[in-house]
């Protein structure tokens, strides 16, 4: 007689039953698992840099441009448009500033205001910022406009994403 153990039927039916069950409870799992934390294994895209005008047509004064990025929120993806006021400064340099007024993010609009001619001008709480996107003191905003990083590559100007320049005055 050998000394090989034997396993019983109830034994084989036991670890049959353990490894199928737990095969079929790992392929449940596993999905739910990867939907659960997909968007934090996600690498972010950022810096992305998007043509958004040709550097002939950019001058003194603050010009709006306009264009559209992809954006991808965890599983939905949809178009956004993006806006920033472009000009040229004393030292012939690109400036492109957000147009969200750093109060509660209303859009300020450029010399629209006849008593602030060179100024931005946020129309929800009277919000006003110098060229430069300088928040005026004693105005609602408390922060400079925001500035977007740049490039200028074959004649054509590219946006990034736009920089918190932090607290103000
Ligand atoms: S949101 Fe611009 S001043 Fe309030």
Redesign the pocket.
Known sequence: MSDKKRVSRRQFLNYTLTGVGGFMAAGMLAPMVRFAIDPVLQTKEGGDMHSVASVDEITNEPTRVEWTIDQVDAWYESEVQKTAWVYRNENDEIVALSPI?T????T?DWASQEDYPNQFY?P????RYTKDGVNVPG???TAPLPVFEHKVEEGMLYLGDAQSRGGGS
């Not at 109060?103 to 209303?106: D, E, I, M, R, S």
């Open positions: 007024c109060h509660l993010g209303c300020v946020c929800c709480h009277g919000g105005t609602p905003p």
